[in-house]
Structure formats: structure tokens, C-alpha cells
């Protein structure tokens, strides 16, 4: 399975390249359906369980899906079954997926950082910020956040991170828990390796309010209820079947994201990408113009 699996990686990088073009020359680029078309490529089932909640529309404000993290495959998946949401990412995931990094930082919807030294006014307020200045490049839709921080394939995850759930707190974003089974069947990069025809399970928790938490560790608490609950309900539908079988990827509630630009930074970045490379461009031609003139010299 390694050559489907290196296939399929080339493969994503490629269409990339295809999306970032098109963003720059100004045509509506939706990594929602870029995902949706990567999971129809491995003929991927969808499915929820009976007891899941309809996703809220996060196109009306900001909205945060706290997922499960198992695996590479999770931001094709995600942004499948939630319309092209942004996503928080470590910066050393970019090199592992080159352009489809620079593609979703240039439109917005990728937040990159850096857990490399401690900022000076603590973690807690740093997040709160990085969280709503990025929000505001890319508005049209709510966020992906993994509170696991890390991949993991142990039943119900790494204990989560607090820091993140807090900063969520003090903006006042609603969140709602998405769990989503067989995650690292689609996508195994530990052993490099895809699943075809994989059915993904998914269950999505009622909305949390920050408001109708008294504090930040009551908000907290309420989530690793639901955590739990929503985990369950994910990976025993199957069991009790109690599945619910959809023929397209996207939840119940999730909208499709209209792949605008977004923000004055963000064509700010296209700007730059454009004119990065039209200098690269000039300089090729002017020194194959050079090497040209020498010859007939």
C-alpha cells in the first residue's frame, strides 16, 4: 500500500498547486470540496449516528469543532464533512504537505504556529489573540481545533490541552464536540498506507456556550462530557446500529464554504505570492535573454 499511499500524497500536493492558481487569478477556491474530492478518490462511505446533533452554521459566526486527531488524514476529512473550515496547525506539519500549506496560508484558513518558546504574556492570552486575529482573515467559516494537541490512536485520545479551551471561553465561541471513527484506516502515514471504501462514523455533541458557563473550568468540565459521550456514541453506532447513512460527506447543519478571499491581509498574501512570482519569471527570462546574446556574440 505504500505506492497508494505516496500516490495519493503526490497527488493532493498537485491539485493544490491547481487551487493556489486559481485563487490568485481570482476564481473561488474551496478546500471543502478539495477534501470531499480526496475522500471520493478512496471511495469513502459516510455515515452518523442516530443520536448525533446537527452541526451549527458557522457561516453566520464564528463556530469551533473540537475533532479527534488520529491521523494525516484528518484535515482531508474535516474540511469534507464541515465544508472547508480553518484549521490551527503546528508550523511542522507545512513541510509534510508543502502546498497545500501554502495554499491555505495564503487564503487564510490554515493558522500556523510556532510552540517553540514561551510568549511573554503566557499562553492563555497569546491563543486568545492568535485565535481572533486569524478568525478575521478568514470569516466565512468557524474553526477546526484539536484539543488532543497531538495525533494519537488510543481509545478516546491524549488528555486534553486546557489552554486552547479557555482562550475559546474568553472569545465567547460557541463549540461543539465532532468525533469522527476510522480517521487512520483513511490515512495511515506511520504505515504509509490509505484505506479504500473506508466508512467514516461520525457523531457531533449538542453546542456549547461559553455564556451559559460560569467560568472558564466549568466550560472546560462541560466539554470533557461531552468529550466522552460524543466518543462513545461515534465508536459504538456501528455496534448498535444505530448508523444513519448519507450519500454525500457533509454533516447534517454543515454549510459549504464560497472559497472567498477573505481579508485585506489575506489578498494582501496573494499579492505578494503574485508578484514573488512574475520576479522569479523576469529573472529566468532575462537571464535566458542574456545567455541568448552571448551565443551570437
Excluded at 241 to 265: E, N, T, W, Y
Aim: glycine share 8%; proline share 4%; with cysteine.
Amino acid at each position: 500500500m505504500v505506492p497508494a499511499f505516496l500516490l495519493h500524497w503526490a497527488y493532493s500536493q498537485a491539485e493544490s498547486v491547481v487551487w493556489l492558481v486559481a485563487l490568485l487569478i481570482g476564481c473561488s477556491s474551496r478546500h471543502g470540496v478539495f477534501g470531499q474530492h480526496l475522500c471520493s478518490l478512496l471511495k469513502t462511505r459516510f455515515a452518523h449516528a442516530a443520536c448525533s446533533r446537527p452541526v451549527l452554521d458557522d457561516t453566520k459566526g464564528a463556530v469551533v469543532y473540537l475533532c479527534n486527531h488520529r491521523s494525516w488524514g484528518d484535515f482531508w476529512i474535516d474540511e469534507a464533512i464541515l465544508g472547508g473550515t480553518s484549521f490551527v496547525s503546528r508550523l511542522a506539519v507545512a513541510p509534510a504537505i508543502p502546498f497545500t500549506a501554502l495554499w491555505g496560508y495564503v487564503q487564510g484558513w490554515l493558522w500556523f504556529f510556532n510552540r517553540n518558546g514561551k510568549p511573554k504574556d503566557g499562553w492563555l492570552q497569546w491563543m486568545t489573540e492568535f485565535l481572533r486575529r486569524h478568525h478575521s482573515m478568514f470569516p466565512s467559516k468557524g474553526l477546526v481545533f484539536y484539543p488532543e494537541g497531538t495525533r494519537s490512536q488510543t481509545p478516546f485520545g491524549n488528555p486534553i490541552k486546557h489552554t486552547g479551551l479557555k482562550a475559546i471561553y474568553n472569545l465567547g465561541w460557541p463549540v461543539q464536540v465532532v468525533i469522527t471513527t476510522n480517521k487512520e484506516r483513511f490515512v495511515n502515514e506511520r504505515k504509509c498506507c490509505v484505506g479504500i471504501g473506508e466508512q467514516l462514523v461520525s457523531s457531533v455533541s449538542d453546542a456549547i456556550w461559553p455564556q451559559q458557563c460560569t467560568s472558564a473550568d466549568a466550560f472546560v468540565e462541560a466539554f470533557e462530557i461531552a468529550w466522552t459521550s460524543t466518543w462513545t456514541a461515534a465508536y459504538s453506532a456501528v455496534a448498535c446500529k444505530g448508523l444513519v447513512h448519507r450519500s454525500r460527506a457533509l454533516l447534517p447543519g454543515a454549510v459549504q464554504g464560497d472559497g472567498r478571499r477573505g481579508s485585506r491581509v489575506v489578498k494582501a498574501r496573494v499579492f505578494t505570492v503574485l508578484l514573488i512570482i512574475l520576479t522569479v519569471c523576469w529573472r529566468r527570462w532575462s537571464a535566458a535573454r542574456s545567455a541568448a546574446r552571448d551565443k551570437t556574440r
